[in-house]
């Protein structure tokens, strides 16, 4: 029988424009990407071993490209985890408000570009794990 796998996220597949001296990504925001984009941030420079996020957003949306490199996100939606590895500049992770999540794995020089459909809020993270898992019950 087969069993359907429930998604956490979804992978966004943005144009590629393949050519000899290079190939070209771009992205338009009522095209590819299913939230206003308000802020736009990137993680680099991460040490080997290094993990970066552990928490999750009240409101926010974002979606996660590898512009260069390759890295883990590790997701959950307070019933299951589920674990994705990005490593193609032209395709991002796109993912909703209340998901748990975090990225480990850097590969050497590893760029991680993050759309946001929010202003940086101190106030929209829930960093405790098991307060997460309490919102999610009571939704
Ligand atoms: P944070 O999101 O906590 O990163 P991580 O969860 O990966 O450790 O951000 C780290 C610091 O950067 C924190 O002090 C807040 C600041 N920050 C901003 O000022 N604006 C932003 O858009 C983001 C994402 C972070």
Redesign the pocket.
Known sequence: MNKQVNHIAKFIHLPKIEDERGNLTYIEEENQIPFRIQ?V?W?YDVPGGES????AFRATEELIIPLSGSFDVILHDGEKSQKYQLNRSYIGLYIPKMIYWS?DNFSTNSLAL?L?STN?S?ND?IRDFNVFLKLCEKS
């Open positions: 802020r941030y993680i970066r996020g552990s928490h990225l993050i946001a940086y101190v993270y």
